[in-house]
């Protein structure tokens, strides 16, 4: 068990350019998150799925934003058409999914720079 | 929607001393978890401690400890005997029926040999 990884652990890109970051959860957890971090701030929740399907998504997830979970395993985030205030802390985090027991464990994250 | 304030931007304490971080919260759930999660710097979050609310019980984990007050929507985290390795940004948060967790802004914990 390595933990949440998250790969890259940053990227810059230029305005108007297309990002996908991918999340690899813990192995057995079926519930997988997405948090976004701006500087200053706590995370801000964006999406979560248990197992392949999208169970809710945040008002923050603008139409520029998708996110899949294709085999219940890892996960990507895209970002099409990046905007400056796209820059921040994406974090990934993975659940177990059991009543009682649904503790979220993060990844490092993935740290976007739009220039 | 649930809110979580964390009045406390910054913090400082001295090794081997104790600090106590602030943390309340608004909710309309009877039913919830409480969560202090630790963020050093560049490195990822950790759980520190959890609370479930129809737990009367302050949880506790070794020199850490909260002061849990349902009627008052108040979650504070103990730090004792307060090491190095515990400067950290640590944020306050709720979940509810959903799955999400709802953060506070964060306190910024020093500790000072």
């Known amino acids: 068990d390595t933990g949440v990884s998250q790969d890259p652990r940053h990227k810059i890109t230029k305005r108007g350019q297309n990002v996908t970051f991918r999340c690899d959860p813990i192995s057995e957890h079926n519930r997988l998150y997405w948090y976004r971090q701006t500087l200053g701030q706590g995370p801000e929740f964006l999406t979560y799925f248990q197992n392949e399907a999208q169970l809710e998504k945040s008002r923050l997830l603008s139409d520029r934003f998708s996110a899949e979970r294709p085999k219940g395993s890892f996960s990507t985030l895209e970002i099409q058409r990046t905007e400056q205030g796209d820059s921040a802390m994406y974090l990934c985090?993975?659940?177990?999914?059991?009543?009682?027991?649904?503790?979220?464990?993060f990844g490092a994250g993935t740290r976007l720079s739009v220039l | 929607a649930q809110t979580v304030t964390q009045s406390q931007p910054e913090m400082s304490v001295q090794e081997a001393e104790t600090v106590t971080l602030s943390c309340t919260y608004d909710t309309s759930e009877s039913d919830y978890y409480l969560f202090w999660y630790k963020q050093p710097p560049s490195r990822q979050m950790i759980l520190v401690i959890r609370?479930?609310?129809?737990?009367?019980q302050n949880a506790t984990e070794n020199r850490f400890s909260v002061n849990f007050q349902k009627a008052a929507k108040s979650f504070s985290l103990k730090i004792s005997d307060s090491q190095l390795g515990d400067a950290a940004m640590y944020f306050c948060?709720?979940?509810?029926?959903?799955?999400?967790?709802?953060f506070g802004k964060g306190t910024k914990l020093t500790v000072n040999p």
């Open positions: 609370q479930e609310a129809y737990k009367q």
């Open positions: 948060a709720h979940q509810g029926g959903s799955e999400k967790l709802v």
């Open positions: 985090a993975s659940s177990q999914g059991t009543s009682g027991t649904n503790i979220q464990y």
